[in-house]
């Protein structure tokens, strides 16, 4: 099955037969691997339907960095996988997004997402910005010019694309 598309590969096991076969779990370990490369958006998804495979914990650490709003939303969650994201205590990036996603504004956070993981702003310096509109866009606007001269070197941000849809809701004449 290692061979074959994850189309045929997921087709070829739907029979219940499978279910018996001593490897089974490798089988499902290989479709969740096989899911996330074809359906990178839709497998945190997924992983709900499947928290105890032996890849959970790294497509979360991965999957999350591309798509971090999904992250936060799936930490939320009360079920399997909002408990094994809430568990990961070894990669930074996941533990600032739970962070966040237990805090009632954590998504205010977010366009400043790469910079708060790597400790270039803190919580602190945030909350000072997020209750003053003129403060909070200056802030914006900074990490926008920071996180477009670490693109031009290479270095795309986490959250990039969040703190251009935040300037485009949130314009200058609006203050």
Known sequence: M???????????????VFEENPNYNELKDLLILKYAAL???????QLTK??????????????GRQYPEQLYSYAQAGNS??????SIKDDNFVKTVVGLSEMRSGQIYFPFLDNLVKGKVTMAELDAAKDNRVKYYRLLV???????RRALN????????????RLQ????TNL
Do not use: V
Not at 169 to 172: D, G, L, T
């Open 169 to 172: 809701k949130r314009p200058a």
């Open 142 to 148: 900074t990490t926008q010019m920071d996180y477009a």
């Open 39 to 45: 359906y990178p958006n839709r497998t945190f998804y």
């Open 81 to 86: 996988l909002g408990y094994k994201i809430r």
């Open 154 to 165: 290479g270095d795309t941000a986490i959250g990039f694309t969040e703190l251009t849809n």
């Open 2 to 16: 290692q061979h074959f598309p994850y189309d045929i590969a997921y087709t070829a096991t739907l029979p219940r």
């Open 50 to 63: 499947y928290t105890n495979s032996k890849h959970t914990d790294s497509l979360i650490k991965a999957i």
